[in-house]
């Protein structure tokens, strides 16, 4: 069966990942709207402890996979609940925005990186350290150039919509995603850091902090994420492998679960659907077409994380794919991953 072979041939592939020094260790699943069809592990959780294996409920720094898991999520359930239209200009309703650079742009412009707002977060440079000072500057930051006019990456994206999503709702960012979108799902040891000890202890080590000399453990590797105290849109979510499996698999089948998030099949269509027009890279709501795939002959839509982390989804092939690596603790070179995840998207989705 092509599923047995694909299987092996990703068995293969993240250990030799593992030999190849791309990560220590990986922890994979694949599977469709009723569970977990496949699952592995690769490699070791540090390897300073050769004898510690990679296990399935090691615990992963997901960096930008917050973006989808805390951001995009609770945006959704806004606008579900009919606080937030994607359309409506920020300024409008947003009294922190109105009259500044940011209030012309839409929430959507945001989800599609089509709003031009700065591509580097450079938060502490700019506005210093207090949380307050952070989130002022940010919000009266300039454009990088006018809203809708391309297609440019950038952590301020997620970063204001996790602010949207604080002042529409009233609750900081972990209260709310944990309210409407972790704890209905089960997802119970999804949350921001900084991790309690116990649960740092079954975290995967990231990449070397010059302060400490120690690999950084249960706490964010991104630093704005550390800078405003764990919490926020860019990063700083840590996850394991059933709860992100429970997420994609709500995804490609909402009406299978008795208790909801507050988003559904609507959130979910529209954003996996190009938004982007002509411009290039396409891209839907935080959400991107996998790289080697087309929206309308392969309909795979990915997010990845810095630290080595991955999420695929498929509705019209009704699958969905994890992989969960620490490739910082070796390098921050991205192209050794790269190869091994788009190998993995192949042989999940065939």
């Not at 900084?194 to 990449?207: N, S």
Request: proline share 7%; glycine share 10%.
């Amino acid at each position: 069966m092509a599923l047995d072979l694909d299987t092996d041939r990703i068995h293969q592939l993240l250990h030799d990942g593992v030999r190849d020094r791309v990560y220590p260790g990986a922890v994979w699943a694949m599977g469709n709207s009723l569970g977990i069809l496949a699952s592995g592990t690769a490699g070791v959780l540090d390897p300073d402890q050769p004898d510690e294996p990679m296990r399935h409920d090691t615990v992963f720094d997901v960096a930008s996979l917050t973006k989808i898991l805390a951001v995009w999520s609770t945006i959704g359930c806004l606008v579900e609940d009919g606080k937030l239209q994607l359309d409506t200009p920020l300024g409008d309703f947003w009294s922190e925005v109105s009259g500044r650079p940011l209030g012309q742009v839409t929430a959507r412009h945001l989800l599609t990186h089509t709003a031009g707002a700065p591509l580097r977060a450079n938060l502490r440079n700019l506005y210093g350290t207090d949380p307050q000072d952070v989130r002022d500057g940010v919000l009266r930051e300039a454009l990088h150039r006018p809203p809708g006019e391309a297609v440019e990456y950038t952590d301020r994206a997620a970063l204001i919509l996790g602010y949207l999503a604080e002042h529409l709702s009233g609750q900081s960012l972990d209260a709310l995603a944990a309210d409407r979108v972790w704890q209905p799902l089960g997802m119970a040891e999804t949350r921001f850091g900084p991790l309690p000890a116990g649960v740092a202890a079954r975290c995967a080590p990231t990449e070397l902090d010059d302060n400490t000399k120690t690999h950084l453990k249960g706490s964010a590797h991104d630093f704005s994420a550390r800078l405003l105290g764990g919490v926020c849109g860019i990063a700083g979510t840590f996850s394991v492998l059933d709860d992100l499996a429970a997420f994609l698999r709500y995804l490609l089948a909402p009406a299978r679960l008795s208790q909801s998030p507050g988003f559904g099949p609507d959130w979910v269509k529209e954003s996996l659907r190009l938004h982007t027009g002509e411009l290039t890279p396409p891209r839907g709501l935080f959400w991107h077409p996998a790289p080697g795939t087309t929206p309308k002959t392969d309909d795979v839509w990915v997010h990845y994380g810095f630290t080595g982390t991955g999420m695929w989804i498929s509705p019209g092939k009704d699958r969905w794919a994890a992989l969960l690596t620490n490739k910082l603790y070796f390098t921050r070179d991205r192209e050794p991953l790269t190869q091994v995840r788009n190998a993995f998207r192949s042989h999940a989705f065939t």
